[in-house]
């Protein structure tokens, strides 16, 4: 299990963040939040934690100050930046300053979350245990020098202080080399190579891990420059490390090694004294994720190719069948009005046949044509009150409400940016199909609305012959009916319609089980 400290004002921030940390397969992070500095500062007292993540718009404090405190107190908690895109500069001083790593709010992935985590709390430890190497090592020559100056007094003292001390760097250099050869990712030191215009040319391998090679498949790399192992290597790689062994500015991002035929996702900072110019480079490669990346992408693209053709054809097709049936259904009705009484009734009611067949084509036909037209036609979004939207699709169905002696009942609904024709049909079909499903009961339709987060929630609930809710998933398929075409009137379309036109505007439809009557609830984003 990982603890994680967000110290973050913004509720809905954290509340984001979490949300992107549960999309995370298989994680054990546990994230907890408080909104101050000072109330950081007492939870970390009580409280173990592994990993901060810092938000740099804290009331009373700006970032640094609040990065200050936070190392100062707790040294030894690696911190993570989370800053808007206003605050980079800060975020970039304080990744120059210590921190391990910072995200843009807004541009947060899941899997990239979960890889800055890891190779935060790995690259702290590695620090932790050079910074150890380094006080170890110091305290190794003052007792060198110590021992050398008390070198005929104290031979047998000295001696063993020497003992002592190598066996420590030894341990410290066990621990170092141990947790290189643990590492899954490549990681390596290079020392940067510039020309007489300080521009960066090459660079020196002078330490690689043992998953280097697996990572390039370059080998024996260490004490070899770059354009040895690969003379045709991008210059951009030259100029990205060359800029962090000059800025000590440290930078994340992918990039394809073409000699190598790889691509890396890398993240580099600067290593040691600025004169020393030597960069240290984590990284891995993810070049069969690229290729998942494209083929997706290319799939994708051929779908929707495949779907724009399909609505093509829906509408082509469906709009040349129009005359063809209405001329069926004319010369029927001609051909019965010329002949009544000529005709015997087993004739007549095969004309009907006919006559009612091709009504019932035409208006399947009607309803593919408009199912089509919607995945064709331009979304017109303008600021709605859905008050006066219900009330328009009330009035559409004006003869059917009064005839069911209907009572529909709206109020309070909000107001937002969506294509009125869409909004005012997905309305009018739910209400339709409250009122062609009633019961023996007076049809009574309830429409209200609930704001959650940047979602409007839209509930129609009526008290007809409601739904069995193992046929749910059938509800909103093209053509789909749960009675006989005799019982109820249609073509399985109105609640097709309704969730593709929902999906238009990027929301979404679903009914809800319920005791009487059906409870169908769609979705909308508040789009300001």
Known sequence: ???????????????????????????????????????????????????????????????????????????????????????????????????????????????????????????????????????????VEEALL?????????????TQELREANKALRESEENYH?????????????????????????????QVSPSFEKQTGLKDAQGKRMRELAPQHENYWFEIYGKIALTGQPARFENRAGQLHRWYEVYALRFGEPAARQVAIFFNDITERKIAQDEIQKKAEELKRSNEELEQFAYVASHDLQEPIRKIVGFSQIFAARFEGQIDEKSKEHLDYVVDGAKRMQALIQD???????????LTLEVLDFNGVVKEAIGNLELVIKETKAEVIYSQLPSLLAHKSFIVQIFQNLISNSLKYRSEKNPRVEISAQQKNNLWEFTIADNGIGIDFQFADKLFVIFQRLHAKGKYPGTGIGLAVCKRMVERHNGKIWIEPHRSGAVFKFTLPDLG
């Open 178 to 206: 141990y947790l290189l050869d643990s590492m899954g990712e490549g990681f390596c030191i290079v020392e940067m190579i510039f020309d007489e215009d300080e521009k960066p040319i090459d660079y020196r391998f002078l």
């Open 368 to 378: 593919l044509l408009l199912y089509s037209r919607i995945g064709r036609n331009e």
């Open 1 to 139: 299990m990982v603890k994680i400290l967000y110290i973050e004002d913004n509720e809905d921030d954290y509340l984001i963040l979490r949300s992107i940390m549960g999309k995370i397969p298989n994680s054990s992070y546990v994230l907890e939040n408080v909104n101050s500095i000072q109330k950081a500062l007492d939870y970390l007292f009580k409280e173990k934690t592994d990993l901060i993540f810092l938000d740099l718009g804290l009331p009373g404090c700006s970032g640094k100050e609040a990065y200050g405190k936070l190392v100062e107190s707790f040294p030894n908690i690696p911190v993570i930046i989370m800053s808007g895109n206003e605050d980079k500069n800060v975020a970039f001083e304080l990744i120059a300053l210590g921190a391990e790593d910072f995200f843009i709010k807004g541009n947060i992935q899941p899997d990239l979350l979960d890889r800055g985590i890891t190779y935060s709390l790995k690259r702290h430890e590695l620090k932790y245990l050079l910074k150890e190497e380094a006080i170890r090592r110091r305290k």
């Open 146 to 158: 110590k021992a050398h100056d008390e070198l005929e007094a104290r031979v047998k003292e000295r």
